[in-house]
């Protein structure tokens, strides 16, 4: 199972983009995905998660501003990123827990919010 995540980029404060993460290979069921995120410097946290059932979660610095869904069909996960703000730069990474199969990590996708 490989994972690609795409959509990172240089967006202004208050700006939108989309993240996607598309996962390929033998899956049989999708469980939990998530996106996390590194900022330099500081570790790895969750930003968004998703579950069967379409039951989602989110850190309390995003709420309201993203949003994570994702399509079964296409084994892809979104994170909708809106009002940018330059605290949310840092590196986006997606994980999918694939049943039978273990955890898979995407290659990580940069978000820079300046002016």
């Known amino acids: 199972v490989q994972l690609q995540a795409s959509g990172g980029g240089l967006v202004q404060p208050g700006g939108s983009l989309r993240l996607s993460c598309a996962a390929s290979g033998n899956i049989f069921r999708i469980d939990t995905t998530r996106w996390y995120r590194q900022a330099r410097g500081n570790q790895r946290e969750l930003v968004a998660s998703i579950r069967s059932g379409d039951i989602t979660n989110y850190a309390d610095s995003v709420k309201g501003r993203f949003t994570i869904s994702r399509d079964n069909a296409k084994n892809t996960v979104y994170l909708q990123m809106n009002s940018l703000k330059p605290e949310d730069t840092a590196v986006y990474y997606c994980?999918?827990?694939?049943?039978?199969?273990?955890?898979?990590w995407g290659q990580g996708t940069l978000v820079t919010v300046s002016s």
């Open positions: 994980y999918f827990f694939i049943n039978p199969g273990g955890e898979y």
